[in-house]
């Protein structure tokens, strides 16, 4: 069974930075897969923070861009997401999420906090 364990998460004070890991299976990590971020703040939907497209290309939201960076290291099968700039806004669980040959995979979340 495949899976996805996200880590890093934590409080932090408006402005800081924070780097979260998704340690991810090796029958699943693939340059073939798409792999993303995504994050639920209390009371919202889960949004699309952050995306390696299946050709290797990064897509990123608007709320985003700018501050944060997706980024894998292939010989860890790990992937990252360093956050800069941090907001109130930010708040959230953020997801790792993988999808590839035709199914989907999601880590078990870690919370951000972004507070004075």
């Known amino acids: 069974q495949a899976q996805l364990v996200e880590s890093g998460g934590g409080l932090v004070q408006p402005g800081g930075s924070l780097t979260l890991s998704c340690v991810v299976s090796?029958?699943?990590?693939?340059?073939?897969?798409?792999m993303a971020w995504y994050r639920q703040a209390p009371g919202k939907e889960r949004e699309s923070v952050a995306t390696?497209?299946?050709?290797?290309?990064?897509t990123y939201a608007d709320f985003v861009k700018g501050r944060f960076t997706i980024s894998r290291d292939t010989t860890v099968n790990t992937l990252y997401l360093i956050m800069h700039s941090l907001k109130p806004d930010d708040t959230g669980v953020y997801y790792c999420?993988?999808?590839?040959?035709?199914?989907?995979?999601w880590g078990q979340g870690t919370q951000v906090t972004v507070s004075s």
């Open positions: 390696f497209t299946t050709g290797g290309s990064r």
């Open positions: 999420h993988v999808q590839f040959r035709g199914s989907e995979y």
């Open positions: 090796q029958s699943i990590f693939s340059r073939h897969a798409l």
